[in-house]
């Protein structure tokens, strides 16, 4: 982990005002580390700029409380829901990369799409990697 740490990738304001312990297991740890190694870092390192985490690990608890999928990847440490500043430059970045196969995540969704100058621009990104399969590749826009 290069420019992301464990505690950020699973600190919630949501679990801490509820009193959630959302601690992960060395499964998700692992899949932390995968997730970081093969598609945040890199994307961090070309973009130049911060990438923040909104979401990363989550408890099912947590997963629940915040009205995640059954099957959340959020839950094995597999995905994390990111933005940043630029939000139309990361996903101009996240386009340009997966065009030229520099970037191999398992999902891309941008959530909460709104048109600014023409551009479909993402509220955040929900980007996953899972080393359990081959990557899908799926890229989506909701």
Wanted: with cysteine; charged share 25%.
């Amino acid at each position: 982990m290069e420019y992301f740490t464990l505690n950020e990738l699973c600190r919630s304001n949501t679990a801490q005002h509820y009193g959630i312990t959302n601690k992960p297991d060395a499964q998700a740890v692992r899949n932390l580390n995968a997730l970081v190694d093969h598609v945040l870092d890199p994307l961090r390192r070309q973009f130049g700029k911060p990438i923040y985490v909104n979401s990363g690990y989550r408890c099912p608890q947590l997963n629940k409380l915040v009205g995640g999928a059954i099957s959340s990847q959020h839950m094995r440490g597999e995905a994390a829901d990111i933005r940043a500043d630029d939000m139309n430059g990361l996903a101009n970045l996240i386009a340009d990369m997966r065009a030229r196969g520099r970037l191999h995540a398992d999902q891309i969704i941008y959530e909460h799409t709104r048109v600014v100058d023409g551009k479909l621009v993402p509220q955040w990104i929900h980007i996953s990697y899972t080393t359990r399969r081959e990557n899908r590749n799926q890229f989506i826009i909701q």
